[in-house]
């Protein structure tokens, strides 16, 4: 699995999240960049295309595209489609990608960026109890939150998303954004601050400074640093 940040200047994009310590794997396309914190896989790609969202790779695409039709979706496919996909009630994007496993690098596990230990993926949506649905429909569970409530978080094997009922999130929210959590947070963001990356917003304020921000990269996707 890969989130895909689909952007006008990918260059700038893997160089921002090399600034944050992520580190650079084989990717599947010679044009984009592929880089992982050790628990969550990036793909930066070139606007137009391919998608925004999640990707789903797999050695075989006729076994991927039969799983997801029998779950009752219908695949998006056609001339201006680059790669099969379907679209959650939220917008959430998901891809399939047939590619050898080979290419695949496994994830360490742990958290070797600056960020910390990766959450979840966010995506804020208005219509929330069909996205729940339908990505129950996907095999994900529920795993924080409640369905009757305001947000959620779900998994699989693979993926790790949150979804929250639009207004629910009082900051700034470009979905999908990707949550961490740390217990020494504060003493993270010192250190992006003092290694001149931009905070796009400090949240939550204590005597030494924020315990909580927002980054934005250079595409304008949210990045965010929670104190556990």
């Known amino acids: 699995m890969f989130l895909n940040l689909s952007v006008a200047e990918p260059l700038k994009e893997y160089y921002f999240s090399r600034e944050l310590g992520f580190e650079k794997i084989a990717c599947p396309f010679e044009e984009a960049f592929c880089v992982t914190d050790g628990t969550l896989r990036l793909l930066i790609t070139q606007e137009g295309f391919l998608a925004t969202g999640i990707v789903l790779a797999g050695e075989n695409m006729e076994d991927m595209k039969r799983d997801i039709q029998g779950r009752g979706f219908v ?13 959650g009630p939220s917008g959430t994007t998901l891809s399939l990608l047939e590619m050898s496993k080979h290419l695949v690098a496994p994830l360490k596990g742990s958290p070797i960026s600056l960020c910390g230990t990766f959450f979840e993926i966010s995506v804020e949506t208005i219509d929330y109890e069909a996205t729940v649905d339908f990505w129950e429909r996907m095999g994900l569970e529920i795993i924080y939150g409640e369905k009757s409530g305001d947000w959620v978080t779900m998994a699989d094997d693979f993926v790790k998303i949150g979804f929250y ?20 947070m504060h003493d993270r963001i010192q250190l992006l601050k003092q290694l001149k990356v931009d905070i796009a917003r400090e949240l939550g304020d204590c005597k030494n400074g924020p315990v909580d921000a927002i980054l934005k990269t250079p595409g304008g996707y949210n990045i965010f640093l929670f104190t556990a």
Request: charged fraction near 25%; glycine fraction near 6%.
């Open 75 to 87: 695949m998006q496919e056609g001339e201006n489609i680059n790669f099969p996909r379907i679209s």
């Open 165 to 184: 009922r639009k207004g629910t999130v009082q900051h700034a929210f470009r979905s999908p954004a990707i949550t961490y959590f740390e217990p020494d």
